[in-house]
Nanobody, 129 residues
Framework: VQLQASGGGLVQAGGSLRLSCAASGRTFSSYGMGWFRQAPGKEREFVAA????????YYANSVKGRFTISRDNVKNTVYLQMNSLKPEDTAVYYC???????????????????????WGQGTLVTVSS
């Protein structure tokens, strides 16, 4: 699967952005999706995941209550709505696809670093204080 993330930009602290990730190349609706981010000088970290149906989601504690992941299986797109942004949210954001079809949120998030693949091109989010 090929993934293309977009929607990043510069925003002030407290602001909002919505990231999009368009998928092509395989049956998008059969696979869970995730968002990850990598800040300068730091390792990549998990942000959020959504199941193949969109019915289940999971968030990192650092973004819970501020970010919302969703998907549109008709448009083959996954979204990340980011509200109440903080300077520490500054990072390159990547979308990725579950390597296993019809996985549950529980299995997808058991070991996110090995479970997700097909990394798309990232999109830069910069939050100014």
């Amino acid at each position: 699967v090929q993934l293309q993330a977009s929607g990043g930009g510069l925003v002030q602290a407290g602001g909002s952005l919505r990231l999009s990730c368009a998928a092509s190349g395989r049956t998008f609706s059969s696979y869970g999706m995730g968002w990850f981010r990598q800040a300068p000088g730091k390792e990549r970290e998990f942000v959020a995941a959504v199941s193949w149906s969109g019915g289940s989601t999971y968030y990192a504690n650092s973004v819970k209550g501020r970010f919302t992941i969703s998907r549109d299986n008709v448009k083959n797109t996954v979204y990340l709505q980011m509200n109440s942004l903080k300077p520490e949210d500054t990072a390159v954001y990547y979308c990725a696809a579950d390597k296993v079809s019809f996985g549950t949120i529980a299995t997808m998030t058991l070991n996110v670093n090995s479970r997700f693949g097909s990394w798309g091109q990232g999109t830069l989010v910069t939050v100014s204080s």
